[in-house]
């Protein structure tokens, strides 16, 4: 299943632990200089690169994923003929083009960058977590250098691609079931040699064979091997294991699925009340940079979790004034050992190791999305139009770039 468009939901964490436009569809506009710190957003339309030394945009790429490390973006320059544009992703420099199949759209890119799995459009009155249904599905796995012609793969069942194995030689994938009225999904494998489908292992047993969702995120550990995805208002039937700080039946509304890309096995670290029980578009997910914790955020419930991703389990909770918010929540911390949540137009910075609110910074308008510098020094907070740069210490503003269509911040270099 892809994501809930990021628009919804954004969280990207940083503790202590670590210390313009045309109306084409790909826009270039190349730096004479050497490629410096990128902020990479999304309009409603293109993926953008936003320089920060200089305030240009470097690139503007319809239909575009990009790789697990940020280094390579991939867009469909032309859907009805089939072409596939790789540009450097710092520099919005052209590396190479390939021909595709017409009316495919590129969906992942696996980690080494050598594979882009492409699948025909969904219909524009699908959702993001229960599509329409269809009895088969076309998957064209492609190399963005030309090097080997794209194949054509056509698998029976409701799938859509979610990532990569390690090696390449597998693709996980969500089945949606029933296949014409979908309902509820699980995940798949498909060996790209033989395009045999067939179930992920489980760990322990403790993963859902079904799921259902209307909020989640992923995040990718830095390694690459294991893909995090938050899971909200779940049913009251899927607890995985009795857990008596829920409601009376041991529900479980929300948790993390771990999906192992290297062992092809996957995990459910269930979540305490209150998370899953509020919006699910004010619900966010996190790790620190060296991939040792995981955060949740409910800002709806006012409730932060940590996570320990190796040992799969919850940590701590913490519960946090938040404020008011009934929409998007946005978050992003680092620093001294700080998580920065935003949701509407204030941005609250929680002591990540004590879960507990020290400070609460208002902005002039609603926060579209957050990103923090690697040394953790400055904050940059997305609004309507702009970008603004904050000291982190403090929430004092320190510049401010533009940044046309601006709905959410995805990466920072």
């Known amino acids: 299943m892809k994501p809930v468009s990021r628009t919804f939901v954004y969280l990207a964490a940083l503790v202590a632990l ?35 030394a200089t305030g240009k945009i470097v690139f503007g790429a319809s239909n575009a994923v990009v790789d697990p490390g940020w280094t390579r973006v991939f867009s469909a320059t032309d859907e009805e003929k089939g072409l596939l544009t790789t540009l450097e992703a710092r520099s919005g420099a052209r590396l190479s ?55 054509t793969l056509q698998l029976d069942g409701n799938l859509e691609p979610e990532a990569f194995s390690t090696d390449d030689e597998r693709l996980f994938m969500i089945e949606y ?6 309902s509820h999904y699980s995940v798949r494998r498909v060996n790209l ?53 829920h409601e009376e039946g041991g529900s479980v509304h929300a948790f993390v699925h771990v999906l192992n890309l290297e062992h092809a096995w996957a995990h459910c670290v269930d979540l305490p009340a209150p998370f899953g029980t509020g919006l699910a578009t004010t619900s966010a997910l996190a790790q620190s940079p060296d991939g040792s914790r995981l955060y949740v955020t409910d800002w709806s419930k006012g409730a932060i979790a940590a996570i320990d991703p190796v040992g799969l389990k919850v940590q701590s909770v913490g519960q946090v004034d938040l404020g008011s918010a009934d929409n998007e929540t946005f978050a ?78 995805e990466h920072l270099s």
Request: net charge positive; with cysteine.
């Open 177 to 182: 079931m029933p296949a014409m009225a979908p």
């Open 332 to 409: 992003a911390a680092g620093g001294d050992g700080n998580l920065y949540v935003a949701g509407r137009s204030t941005v609250v910075v929680v002591d990540a190791s004590t879960l507990r609110a020290t400070a609460r910074w208002r902005m002039r308008s609603e926060v579209s999305g957050l990103a923090l510098s690697r040394d953790g020094t400055r904050l940059y907070v997305g609004q309507k139009g702009s970008v603004l740069t904050l000291d982190a210490a403090s929430g004092k503003k320190l510049g401010s770039m533009k940044a046309r269509g601006l709905q959410s911040i």
């Open 18 to 52: 670590a210390s313009c436009s045309t109306a084409t569809p790909l826009e270039l506009a190349i730096p004479r200089h050497e490629p410096s710190h990128v902020l990479f957003f999304r309009t409603a339309e293109r993926l953008k690169g936003l320089e920060l």
């Open 193 to 245: 040699e033989t395009e045999k489908v067939s179930p992920i292992k489980r760990r322990n047993l403790k993963a859902p064979d079904f799921m259902r969702g209307t909020g989640r995120m992923q995040v990718l550990a830095p390694n690459g091997q294991q893909l995090y995805t938050l899971y909200t208002q779940q049913g009251p039937n899927y607890a995985h294991e009795k857990t008596p700080e």
């Open 97 to 151: 083009r390939t021909d595709v199949p017409a009316s495919v759209l590129p969906s992942v890119v696996s980690g080494s960058g050598k594979l882009v799995a492409f699948t025909e459009p969904r219909s524009q009155d699908a959702t993001p977590w229960l599509p329409d249904g269809r009895k088969r599905t076309k998957l064209v796995i492609v190399d963005p250098s030309g090097e080997t012609r794209p194949r």
